[in-house]
């Protein structure tokens, strides 16, 4: 599955399907909480969190190729992903974009 955050694929020409998403919530364990609380204090990279938003971003992204796939697309297009907090240490990840098929 082609994936681009661009409107359009250079030399292609397609056919829109819709909008298509996928989404997680992810947290830390509570352990790996106290530990990044306290890297608060001296500073420095939470690599806990990253590891843990780079996990929720696959998940959502394969399960919005996933959904794309159902519909049939060669591509999705406009790609983006976004974010929110749902509690504290839990996160939100959405991938979205439009499904496309080539003509």
Do not use: P, W
């Amino acid at each position: 599955m082609l994936i681009v955050t661009t409107e359009h694929i250079s030399g292609k020409e397609t056919e829109m399907l819709g909008l298509v998403k996928g989404s997680t919530i992810q947290t830390v364990n509570a352990f790996k909480d106290i530990g990044a609380g306290l890297k608060t204090l001296i500073g420095g990279e939470l690599t806990n969190y990253n590891e843990m938003m780079d996990k929720a971003r696959k998940i959502a992204t394969d399960r919005m190729v996933a959904e794309a796939e159902k519909l049939g697309a060669d591509a999705i297009v406009c790609f983006r992903y976004s974010t929110s907090s749902i509690m504290q240490s839990a996160a939100e990840i959405m991938a979205y974009g439009t499904a496309v098929k080539f003509k």
